[in-house]
């Protein structure tokens, strides 16, 4: 794996990270969002990241290496990729009793989003933890880059 790839390897999970928060912090701005422009309550997004390909690299050909002892180059990671963003429908929306709401229903109960606070804090804590081992390892490679060019000159 050359340095100019690790650098990307760990470029690309700073932009899929940053992308999560930015998505966690839209799902907490909307908590309260009973109207969108559809006319239906916000629904909380989550973001679905894949292996980077560019090489046929996967999980079970960089397992199947390990156990075995051989190494292909064809093994090495190329990074992490956004596929999609999408709206988590498994999680239940919150129906709350309040007949005076503009947006309540015909019985009184508003549909409120189906974020939850301390799960969204939760998934932001572990996306900036995520980003910050990527800075670190970014750095740590720029780090070893920059002492191979002093020894060199």
Request: hydrophobic share 35%.
């Amino acid at each position: 794996m050359s340095v100019m790839s690790t650098l990307n390897v760990s470029a690309s999970g700073m932009t899929a990270q940053r992308t999560r928060m930015d998505i966690i912090a839209q799902n907490i701005a909307n908590v309260s969002t009973t109207r969108t422009d559809d006319n239906k309550p916000y629904v909380r997004q989550t973001v679905v990241f894949a292996e980077r390909s560019g090489n046929n690299t996967n999980f079970q050909n960089a397992l199947d290496s390990a156990k075995t002892g051989v190494s292909y180059k064809k093994n090495v990671g190329n990074g992490v990729k956004i596929t999609d963003i999408v709206e988590d429908h498994v999680t239940s929306m919150k129906k709350v009793y309040d007949p005076a709401h503009p947006d309540a229903d015909e019985e009184g109960y508003v549909t409120y989003p189906n974020v939850d606070t301390v799960t969204e804090m939760t998934n932001l804590i572990s996306a900036n933890r995520s980003y910050e081992a990527n800075v670190t390892a970014f750095n740590a490679t720029k780090n070893m880059l920059l002492k191979a060019m002093d020894i060199g000159s």
